[in-house]
Each structure stands twice: as structure tokens, then as C-alpha cells.
């Protein structure tokens, strides 16, 4: 199984909602990773995950928590976003010695209003 | 933050042509890869390239790597309109950090 999951695909959210993005992986991966993708740009690297322990925040506002249960789960959870945090969210996952070959799910398509 | 710029920033061919785009970087890297991403869809590996290398080819694909000039080159030859998606290089550094480019949007036409 080399597939990333994300749900749910779209998303819309007012600004004093709270809800919570899902990854999930079973290639036995310890690397995950969430990226932020605005239209017509590349990712931006939000968080990355190491063997459950967050290793990477690329100074996310505290608004985007991320959460990792156990070894094939991520979760974003998002409370009192503002319209610009828009965007397609991707979760990708990786070998945590090979972090060049990430595998990225479809994506959550997230619109504040 | 992101370390590649690629060229060009769209590009629109006949099917059955070639098409070539660019990316150059900016510090130096262990590896670079190439990912596709079809529209608002998640990306996809491509091919990876080692900084020790200078071609690679997989399939119709063929990368090559100028670490003198920082850049790299995808070649994607004899294209399908399924081709058609933005393509994007990306980087791991010496530091381990990885970024991804700007993207090209490829467009072939049938």
C-alpha cells in the first residue's frame, strides 16, 4: 500500500469554527509532514513529524495545531482561521532517513469564510 | 520559504513534442527530485538525482544535474496530453532541509 489519505477532500469553515484535518498512511513510514499549497505556488513546509515528535514548525501560527497519535496518523487542527489560510493542505509522508521521497495524499481543499 | 526558481513559469506544446524545463538553486544539495501535481490534486515522485550525478532518465524522462551552475533540467520527451500538470523541482540542502521550486505548468495539447 503506497497511498496517503487525507480527509476530508474539501472543507469550508467559518472563522470561529474548529475542525480537524486527517492523514493516514500504512507504509510504515516515521516521517509526515503538512504543507500548505496557495494556488499557482509550490508547498510551504508547515510541520514535520519524526517518529511521533513534532521536529519541524516552521513558525505555523498557533491557530494550525498539529497532532500525531501514533505512527500511521497526523492531524491539523485548525480553530479561528482567517480567510488567507485558504489554501490546499497536503500530507505527505516519508522513510524518516529519506525524507527526499515523500509520498503527498490528495489533499484537503480548505476555504474559510 | 523555497530555495528553486523555475523556468519556464508556463509552457505549452504540441503532443508528441518535446518539452524542457529548468530549475536552478540556490546553496548546495545532496539530491534533487522532480514531483508532478496534477490540478489541486496531491504530488507525485517523479525521479530522484543524487548530487554525485549528472543524467538520469526513467521512462521518457530525463534529468540532468550542472552542480557548477546550481540548476538542473527536466526533459520530458515525446509528450501526452497526460502530461499536462505543473511539474516541481525540490531540494534537500547539506543542512537536510528540503524545498520545494516554483513550478512549471506544462500544457500539452492534443
Known amino acids: 500500500d503506497t497511498e496517503v489519505t487525507q480527509t476530508p477532500k474539501h472543507l469550508v469553515m467559518g472563522m470561529t469554527n474548529k475542525k480537524s484535518l486527517k492523514c493516514e498512511q500504512h507504509?510504515?513510514?516515521?516521517?509526515m509532514y503538512w504543507y500548505k499549497q496557495k494556488a499557482k505556488k509550490p508547498p510551504e513546509l508547515m510541520f514535520v513529524y519524526s517518529y511521533e515528535k513534532l521536529s519541524i514548525n516552521e513558525s505555523v501560527p498557533s491557530r494550525f495545531s498539529p497532532e500525531c497519535p501514533n505512527s500511521s496518523l497526523l492531524n491539523l487542527h485548525l480553530h479561528a482561521l482567517q480567510p488567507e489560510d485558504s489554501a490546499l493542505y497536503l500530507c505527505?509522508?516519508?522513510?524518516?532517513?529519506?525524507?527526499?521521497?515523500?509520498?503527498f495524499g490528495p489533499g484537503t481543499r480548505l476555504t474559510v469564510t | 520559504s523555497q530555495q528553486g526558481e523555475e523556468d519556464p513559469q508556463a509552457l505549452s506544446i504540441q503532443e508528441g513534442e518535446n518539452a524542457t524545463m529548468n530549475c536552478s538553486y540556490k546553496?548546495?544539495?545532496?539530491?534533487l527530485q522532480w514531483y508532478r501535481q496534477n490540478s489541486g490534486r496531491g504530488l507525485v515522485h517523479l525521479i530522484l538525482?543524487?548530487?554525485?550525478?549528472r543524467e538520469k532518465h526513467s521512462g521518457r524522462l530525463r534529468v540532468t544535474l550542472d552542480t557548477s551552475k546550481k540548476s538542473s533540467s527536466l526533459l520530458i520527451t515525446a509528450s501526452r496530453a497526460a502530461d499536462t500538470a505543473s511539474y516541481f523541482c525540490a531540494t534537500e540542502n547539506t543542512g537536510n532541509q528540503f524545498y520545494f521550486g516554483t513550478g512549471t505548468s506544462l500544457t500539452v495539447i492534443p
Open positions: 546553496t548546495s544539495i545532496n539530491n
Open positions: 538525482i543524487r548530487s554525485n550525478e
Open positions: 505527505a509522508s516519508s522513510q524518516a532517513d529519506r525524507p527526499y521521497e515523500q509520498y
Open positions: 507504509m510504515g513510514h516515521r516521517a
